[in-house]
């Protein structure tokens, strides 16, 4: 561990509320158990305040400062996220299309001073991660694009029903709209060894409109959340009033070396590396999912 690590958590985090800075102490074991709980019976747990107030006017301009690099694009797309001509059954929720309006700054393009960056490189952060989701260990995802991201929604503009590619994923937000964009999923619809196609296929058809299958969340600024999105299907509503929706997306994987396919990133960034063919061509996965 790097003492920079204990500085930054100590100078930017809500270290009196979660106390990630004395991970041998009973109040967080206490935290720790305390989220383990909600990511078990409802799949997510939310961190409220856990960026300092203080601090999100920088947040929020520093994501305002890279959300012009976003990748836009609109598109019809499928919450699995493969070719819509997959050699899929006619009546596989694969075959129902959305379309996609939302954009994402890459990791590469995010400067490594920026505090979402920070985080996402704090040892100590990584291992409270590792502990809320019950883990002896977890990697960065490997991925050079997707590891860590933006996620831009301009006004009138959603991130439709989808998967994510990792087991879990960990998002901060930083900047709010007026209204609307609000995260709706629904916990734990599938399993590693069950795609549980047809209550899939019940929430894309009526999903749109929250029901006892779907959690609907609003989040505030410097909002931290823990959610396993690789086996529940989520989307975030669309963003009402004249600004954005930025959420910093922190993503880790329980195996090392996990990049996302070739077709999966050019929707999501408009490109593709090197890194990316090799990974498509060697199946370095933790599940055998549809993707």
């Not at 003492?3 to 979660?18: G, I, K, M």
């Not at 379309?99 to 920026?114: S, W």
Request: proline share 5%.
């Amino acid at each position: 561990m790097k003492e920079n690590d204990l500085l930054f958590l100590e100078q930017f985090t809500n270290s009196s509320t979660y106390p990630l800075l004395n991970q041998d102490s009973q109040n967080y074991k206490t935290l720790i158990k305390n989220l383990q709980s909600d990511l078990n019976k409802k799949g997510c747990a939310v961190l409220k305040g856990f960026i300092k107030p203080k601090w999100h006017a920088q947040i929020e301009n520093e994501g305002e400062l890279v959300a012009p690099l976003a990748y836009y694009k609109q598109e019809t797309v499928n919450a699995y996220n493969v070719p819509l001509n997959s050699d899929l059954p006619e009546d596989h929720p694969a075959k129902i299309t959305m379309q996609r309006e939302n954009a994402f700054v890459a990791k590469d393009l995010i400067p490594e001073t920026d505090i979402i960056h920070r985080l996402y490189n704090n040892e100590l952060f990584s291992r409270f991660l590792a502990n809320c989701f019950n883990y002896e260990k977890l990697y960065q995802l490997a991925d050079p694009l997707a590891g860590l991201c933006v996620n831009v929604l301009n006004p009138g503009c959603s991130h439709p029903w989808h998967y994510d590619i990792n087991e879990f994923t960990v998002s901060l937000l930083t900047k709010k709209p007026e209204a609307g964009g609000n995260f709706r999923y629904s916990p734990g619809i599938r399993t590693p060894g069950n795609e549980n196609l047809s209550e899939v296929k019940n929430i894309l058809l009526n999903g749109d409109n929250p029901h006892n299958q779907v959690t609907d969340l609003s989040l505030e600024v410097g909002d931290l959340q823990l959610f396993k999105g690789r086996y529940s299907l989520h989307q975030v509503s669309p963003v009402k009033g004249e600004e954005q929706r930025h959420t910093a997306i922190f993503a880790y994987t329980l195996e090392p070396g996990v990049i996302g396919g070739v077709e999966r990133t050019k929707q999501l960034f408009g490109r593709a590396l090197e890194a990316h063919e090799i990974a498509e061509r060697e199946k370095v996965r933790a599940d055998e999912l549809l993707d």
